[in-house]
């Protein structure tokens, strides 16, 4: 059993900045995924970031250049820095944990972009 907290969301200024943590606890094993998706009111849920055990890192398209995915694993813990925001970054924002015996979702932390 993994459970993932989110942390760190809230209301901030459009070309603000913004670091959201996922504090990860339990057990895994092996090569896995930790990503970032979110969710905006009335849209699909979109993967915005993720990073393997590997250390790879990807991003959408719509975010590259100004989010950036981390870990601290002394912490068991990703963070997406979150840079030159804008409206449409507005969203739940959620990580997930994906291996080959792991499916993991956090509850979500809400971001704001709004003057």
């Known amino acids: 059993q993994v459970q993932l907290v989110e942390s760190g969301g809230g209301l901030v200024q459009p070309g603000g900045s913004l670091r959201l943590s996922c504090a990860a606890s339990?057990?895994?094993?092996?090569?896995?995924?930790i990503s970032w998706h979110r969710q905006a009111p009335g849209k699909q849920r979109e993967l915005v970031a993720f990073?393997?055990?590997?250390?790879?890192?990807g991003y959408a398209d719509s975010v590259k250049g100004r989010f950036t995915v981390s870990t601290d694993n002394d912490k068991n813990t990703v963070y997406l820095q979150m840079n030159r925001v804008k409206p449409e970054d507005t969203a739940v924002y959620y990580c997930?944990?994906?291996?080959?015996?792991?499916?993991?979702w956090g509850q979500g932390t809400q971001v704001t972009v709004s003057s």
């Open positions: 997930n944990i994906r291996g080959a015996t792991l499916d993991y």
């Open positions: 339990g057990s895994r094993f092996g090569f896995y995924t």
């Open positions: 990073i393997t055990t590997g250390g790879s890192t």
